[in-house]
Structures are given as C-alpha cells and as structure tokens.
C-alpha cells in the first residue's frame, strides 16, 4: 500500500523516438483476499492500515503495482511485506476500476485471491500495515475503500470453483481425514453436506490416496489418513477429466 504517482508519461527515447505519449494514466494497484480454515471457520486475512486514507482501518493486503514488475509479482510482493505470506496459492480474481473507490486519485485494482494452509504460515505485520490478523468470515469489520465488494466478490468465485476444480486441498495439510475435508468444503460453502454423498463422490474421482496411517493425539477413535494425487489430477485434466463435488 505504498505510495506511487497517479500520472506517468511514456519517454519517446525508449520507443524508438517515433512517438510521445502525454496522457494521464490511472494508478494500478493489486489487492489480495487471503482464505484459510480451521476446525470452526473459514478465515479471512486482513491488515490494519498504518497510513492515510482509512488509516486504522481493516483492509484486504494489498498496494501500488511497480513499473518494473507484472501483476502476480506484485501482489505476491505486497502479500510478503505486509503479512510475511510467501508461496501460497494464487489466482486473479476480477478488476475493480470504478470512480471514487479511492480518494487518493483513479486508482484501478487488480484483485486477487490466496489459499493459506493456516498451519504452514505465522503472519506478521510489515511496511504501511499496522496489525495483521484472521478474521473469522462471518465477523469481518468494514473495510477501506471498496475491499467488502472485493471480498464478497472472492468469496462467490471460492464457492462456484470449489465445486468443478480440487483447491479446497490447498487448504489443508497434505495428509487429512474425510472428516476434515468435508469440514474444509462445508466452511467455503456454507452450509452441511450429506457425509454419505459426499464421501461417495470424492472417492468416486480416484484422485484420494488412503494411507497406511491414522491421525494422532485425538481423543476419538483415530481416522485414516489420505492424501490428494495432484500428479494423477494434471495427468486426468489433460485428459479431460471433470472435476466435480
């Protein structure tokens, strides 16, 4: 969320000296909706702005896009500096560009959305975020600028494409219990799922490996532990394969 120039000009020089290009152009910038589950909710990763506008307020990570970088290198840089997130899961979601969404000037964001295995991450608040923090979904604050349309906006797209792409596996650890992964789908959706069907249909896809293992240190009986073939996934989609839960 650091600073940069709301109007570039393009130098001739580096365009071979055949034009000039005099045009106020909008600022870009990159916000990120971070989701992660635990055993009761899905969770929302926000931080708290250090510096105006909103300062004090909660708000999707996020900031300026550098000249010298691409979008996903962008948001991936400010994800790190803000929250000390690195190597997660990443995907554009939608451009927000409408008038007045930021009082600094036309800003024009490019958003997107993260999934965070909540046990392989600690956050921690860097640069212009004051506090970062997990939100439980349903006790977000307000947030700055238009960040609740964003976030609205990825969690409808998490929902749709949980259900026809496997990347409710990015939110767990890479060995899990049925258990856990219809809690995983139950907390994006909203809503129960009937165990027997759902169990049904995702060992239906052969994409779940059981293992010779079942968890530990719980005090009911021990479930058996699977693991989700990513490798067999890829081979099966380019294939054709349909995923669908």
């Known amino acids: 969320m650091s600073a940069a120039p709301l109007a570039a000009r393009v130098d001739p020089e580096r365009h071979g000296g055949s034009y000039a290009y005099d045009h106020p152009r909008p600022a870009v910038t990159v916000d990120c909706v971070v989701f992660g589950v635990d055993e009761e909710d899905l969770k929302i990763l926000l931080v708290r702005r250090g510096i105006p506008p909103f300062e004090g307020r909660w708000a999707l990570p996020g900031g ?7 979008l ?22 939608y451009t927000f560009g409408d008038l007045g969404r930021d009082p600094r000037g036309r800003v024009i964001s490019v958003a997107y959305y993260a999934l965070v295995k909540l046990g392989d991450h600690r956050v921690r608040a860097a640069t212009d975020a004051r506090e ?3 939100f439980a979904a349903g ?38 219990t049925l258990t856990q992964l219809q809690r995983v789908y139950e907390k994006i959706l909203a ?23 079942v968890e530990r240190g719980v005090a009911h009986r021990a479930a058996r532990l699977y693991r989700f073939d990513r490798r067999k996934y890829e081979q099966l989609e380019k294939d054709g394969f349909m995923f669908e839960v």
């Open 64 to 70: 300026f896009v550098r000249e010298e970088e691409d």
């Open 72 to 93: 996903p290198s962008a948001a991936r840089r400010e994800l790190q500096e803000e929250t000390g997130l690195e190597k997660v899961f990443l995907e554009q979601l």
């Open 132 to 134: 970062a923090r997990w």
């Open 139 to 176: 006790d977000v604050p307000r947030l700055a600028f238009d960040h609740d349309r964003i976030l609205a906006t990825a969690r409808a797209r998490l929902q749709g494409k949980v259900r026809y792409q496997p990347i409710g596996f990015e939110l767990l650890p890479p060995k899990f």
């Open 191 to 213: 809503r129960p799922l009937d165990k027997r069907n759902f169990r049904k249909k995702l060992l239906a896809t052969g994409l779940l490996v059981e293992l010779d293992e």
